[in-house]
């Protein structure tokens, strides 16, 4: 399974934007690039995926580098209930299941 | 309720002790997943269900840990003479699909185990 590197931890301010960095340099042509995020004490909940394209929802937009080897989660507004841990996985296309790393935790100021 | 719900949330067990963890997915999905967390870690991978059958059991750590759904809906998670390495958060999860690379993995708030 192609690995993702992300660093250990970020340090935000209540309405400033986040900008969480993902390494994947051995990313192959059908692995999709998912992030999830676990908030203190909850299950990992579904952030946001993409492909090629970048991304926006309503949580966060992910913007991809033109070769694919890394990618940004961007979140517009932090907010204290943005401070999570965040996690980049790779999946391929027929994965069933979720390879999970140690993830960045962010940490966001008042 | 509309999410995955997932039974205790918290249990605390002596070292030799049988348990039980229990999971119930959301309605209609299709796969469900039991992963395992330690303290200061990601998930990882236990097993994986599509329906009633038990497609992936690679990531048990042992022929103490055992895993059922046999009506394809409810899910329980066995753990026969716990061990002190056993204490985690048990994390239950359910797809639509058995796609997680196109699809989304909805998660519980898992069930944290103690033992003593």
């Known amino acids: 399974d192609a690995k993702t590197t992300q660093p250990n931890s970020m340090e935000s301010n209540e309405e400033e934007p986040v900008h969480l960095p993902c390494n994947h340099s051995?990313?192959?042509?059908?692995?999709?690039i998912h992030w999830y995020r676990q908030l203190p004490s909850q299950g990992p909940e579904y952030v946001i995926h993409?492909?090629?394209s970048n991304v926006n929802n309503r949580m966060a937009s992910l913007a991809i580098a033109e070769d694919r080897k890394s990618s940004t989660l961007i979140l517009h507004r932090a907010t204290l209930r943005d401070a999570a841990v965040y996690y980049c996985?790779?999946?391929?296309?027929?994965?069933?299941?979720?390879?999970f790393g140690a993830g960045t935790t962010v940490t966001v100021r008042a | 309720g509309a999410g995955v719900s997932q039974s205790p949330r918290y249990k605390v067990a002596k070292r030799g002790q049988d348990v039980a963890l229990r999971c119930d997915p959301i309605?209609?999905?299709?796969?469900l997943f039991w992963y395992q967390q330690a303290l200061g870690q990601g998930p990882e991978f236990l097993t994986y269900?599509?329906?009633?059958?038990?497609?992936?059991k690679s990531g048990l750590p042992s022929d103490r840990f055992f895993a059922e759904r046999p009506e394809g809906s409810v899910s329980t998670l066995k753990i026969q003479r716990t061990q002190q390495e056993d204490s985690a958060v048990y994390l239950c999860?359910?797809?639509?699909?058995?796609?997680?690379?196109?699809?989304?993995?909805?998660f519980g708030e898992g069930s944290r185990l103690t033992v003593l």
């Open positions: 269900f599509q329906n009633e059958a038990q497609l992936d």
């Open positions: 996985i790779l999946t391929r296309s027929n994965d069933y299941k979720l390879s």
């Open positions: 051995t990313i192959s042509g059908t692995d999709y």
């Open positions: 993409g492909l090629t």
């Open positions: 309605s209609g999905h299709v796969s």
């Open positions: 999860a359910s797809s639509l699909s058995g796609k997680a690379g196109v699809g989304e993995l909805f």
